[in-house]
């Protein structure tokens, strides 16, 4: 294969890496690049790749441990380390429009960063296409360190001391039920406001629709605000939209983008995508709240 290279795809953040074909057994070199190239550009597409899920999870390992998909831990205390996105089940059959899984899935159409209601929130996600479908169905990326590069420094002072509470069953109990067992696996959390990157020291908010209130502020000031920051990092001119292609493999920073996916109609068209998750290190990805 040709040397790694990588072609920006949004002036804040966003990049396509040519010349690095992801596995258990990528060299150092290619592995390196992949690390620096997350801090550096948030959001990576690598298409044409020969994927499967034993390939998916190895290449996972290689950037850390990867995270038990909580839907299923949560309800049974199985460990699986996959979530499917999409409307395809294992055994190929199709969810439609009106399906409970087609309406549990459009609770991530709102801008949200992967796991921040966890503890230990993931630091990136791994999301491969095997179908996707003719029309619809994007997956649209934002930046929030790109959003608090935007800030005034008046904003910016009055953001950095504050904490946000992330709250699974405040996000997901108006899109569809959580079950009791699921719900009292995932309690709210704490998390800092404004995170630093530990390798480049760059700043961004995290926040996204896990995030339920700002303590010792009235619940209406804490939606105002979390609301805002939510819209100034997404505003249509920073938004990256990528319309997956079969053979793409799209790795993002959870610690400082916000991701959603995008309508379609489930009644027409197959969508398949296999996601695994790293799970953040206490080294400092995601610092704990004082
Ligand atoms: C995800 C996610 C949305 C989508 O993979 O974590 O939120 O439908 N995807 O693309
Ligand atoms: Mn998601």
Known sequence: MS??????????????????ELSGNMDDHSLNFVRQAIDD??????????MSDEKQLAFTRLLGSPEAEHVRFGNTGIVNYFGTVGNIQDDGSKFDNISANTRYQSGNQL???????????????ILHAYEVPG???????????????????EMRERIEPLHVVHDYVFSRSPIAPVNPNHAASLPPVMHPMVLTNPVNGLKNYYIGSHARSIPG??????????????????????????????????????????HRGTRYDADRWRRRMRQTRVVGSDKGVIPKPL
Request: net charge negative; aromatic share 12%; charged share 20%.
């Open 3 to 20: 040397k790694p290279d990588i072609q920006p795809l949004h002036t804040d953040f966003g990049g396509r890496v040519y010349g690095i």
């Open 41 to 50: 550009y948030s959001v990576l597409c690598f298409s044409d790749q020969d």
């Open 111 to 125: 801008w949200h960063s992967d796991s921040s209601f966890r503890e230990t929130p993931s630091f990136v996600s």
């Open 135 to 153: 029309e619809g169905g994007q997956t649209e990326f934002a930046s929030m360190r790109a959003g608090y590069a935007r800030l005034s420094d």
């Open 217 to 258: 502020w009235s619940g209406l000031d804490s939606r105002q605000l979390l609301d805002t920051l939510v819209e100034h990092a997404t505003a249509s001119e920073h938004i990256l939209s990528l319309a997956f292609r079969p053979g793409d493999t799209v790795i993002w920073d959870n610690r400082c983008i916000l």
